[in-house]
């Protein structure tokens, strides 16, 4: 199945808005706290309103989606373009589970990278602790963390542990 990388509109909000608590209910036990009964109706119509608006700012943020060949979308990333301090910041990328090792982080980190080079922009990014890895094999080096109170499950028995995000940049190679 082709996938393919598009702008996204307002017109994908919903769809961009349940796949992002599709995944972050998942990996990111600050979303369930805040948010214990998932993505509701009233939910979804405050995320709206505040997307739409971001959404539309084209000169300050880059939203790129990436679709199946019957529209459906399997990933996102939001780069905002901060002018006054000359640099792109990721917030968010999300890849829906099943599409994961599929290239879509790749590309849609790809579309960024281009981006920056062709305005001189520097690259930086929070990582969410199972992401460090993939974004490390595409360009981006650590340079801090940003630790929180919440404690996630580590998996395999070993209890709770911090959660502690990585701040990163893209280390040019070209």
Same mark, same amino acid.
């Given at each position: 199945?082709?996938?393919?990388? $598009?702008?996204?509109?307002?017109?994908?909000?919903?769809?961009?808005?349940?796949?992002?608590?599709?995944?972050?209910?998942?990996?990111?036990?600050?979303?369930?706290?805040?948010?214990?009964? @998932?993505?509701? #109706?009233?939910?979804? &119509?405050?995320?709206?309103?505040? +997307?739409?608006?971001?959404?539309?700012?084209?000169?300050?943020?880059? +939203?790129?989606?990436?679709?199946?060949? #019957? #529209?459906?979308? &399997?990933?996102?990333? $939001? +780069?905002?373009?901060?002018?006054?301090?000359?640099?792109?910041?990721?917030?968010?990328?999300? &890849?829906?589970?099943?599409?994961?090792?599929?290239?879509?982080?790749?590309?849609?980190?790809?579309?960024? $990278?281009?981006?920056?080079?062709?305005?001189? =922009?520097?690259?930086?990014?929070?990582? &969410?602790?199972?992401?460090?890895?993939?974004?490390?094999?595409?360009?981006?080096?650590?340079? @801090?963390?940003?630790? @929180?109170?919440?404690?996630?499950?580590?998996?395999?028995?070993?209890?709770? $542990?911090? =959660?502690?995000?990585?701040?990163?940049?893209?280390? +040019?190679?070209?």
């Amino acid at each position: 199945m082709a996938l393919r990388i $598009r702008s996204a509109t307002v017109w994908d909000l919903t769809q961009l808005i349940k796949l992002h608590f599709t995944v972050f209910q998942t990996i990111d036990p600050f979303e369930r706290r805040l948010y214990p009964d @998932g993505l509701t #109706n009233n939910l979804l &119509v405050k995320y709206h309103e505040e +997307w739409k608006y971001a959404i539309r700012m084209e000169d300050r943020q880059i +939203w790129t989606k990436m679709i199946t060949p #019957n #529209n459906m979308i &399997v990933a996102y990333a $939001r +780069w905002k373009h901060v002018k006054e301090e000359k640099y792109l910041f990721l917030s968010p990328m999300i &890849v829906a589970a099943e599409y994961q090792g599929r290239g879509c982080g790749k590309a849609l980190l790809q579309r960024g $990278r281009e981006y920056a080079k062709e305005h001189g =922009l520097q690259c930086y990014l929070l990582a &969410v602790p199972d992401a460090v890895g993939f974004y490390r094999k595409n360009g981006f080096e650590s340079f @801090g963390s940003s630790g @929180g109170n919440l404690a996630r499950d580590s998996g395999g028995g070993g209890g709770a $542990r911090p =959660l502690e995000n990585t701040l990163m940049k893209m280390i +040019w190679s070209d």
